[in-house]
């Protein structure tokens, strides 16, 4: 399955943006789907993971609670709803898909052996 994340952009801290990550192919809802970013300096880290039902969802510390990870597999779509944006979220926001229902937790472990596509930017100003 192909990847393709958007909806990142320039917002002021406190404010919101919603990401989208299209894929392309079949049996899309047979993956779980984990968004993931990379801030300017530092590693790409794990920031939330939905299972193929979207009845399992998991995210890291830093977004709980501000974060919400949702997939319509009519539309082959899984969204990162970011709310209340701080100036320490700002990075390249990346989605990764993974087939089986085992994978679901190696997404939320951070792991994630594919291919990484084109991430979205996100800055969140002070």
């Known amino acids: 399955v192909q990847l393709q994340a958007s909806g990142g952009g320039l917002v002021q801290a406190g404010g919101s943006l919603r990401l989208s990550c299209a894929a392309s192919?079949?049996?899309?809802?047979?993956?779980?789907v984990g968004w993931f970013r990379q801030a300017p300096g530092k590693e790409r880290a794990f920031v939330a993971a939905?299972?193929?039902?979207?009845?399992?969802?998991d995210y890291s510390d830093s977004v709980k609670g501000r974060f919400t990870i949702s997939r319509d597999n009519v539309a082959n779509t899984v969204y990162l709803k970011m709310d209340n944006l701080k100036p320490e979220d700002t990075a390249v926001y990346y989605c990764?898909?993974?087939?089986?229902?085992?994978?679901?937790?190696?997404?939320?472990?951070?792991?994630?052996?594919?291919?990484w596509g084109q991430g979205t930017l996100v800055t969140v100003s002070s």
């Open positions: 939905i299972n193929w039902s979207g009845r399992s969802i």
């Open positions: 192919g079949r049996a899309f809802s047979n993956y779980a």
């Open positions: 990764a898909a993974a087939f089986g229902g085992d994978n679901y937790y190696t997404l939320c472990g951070g792991i994630f052996m594919g291919s």
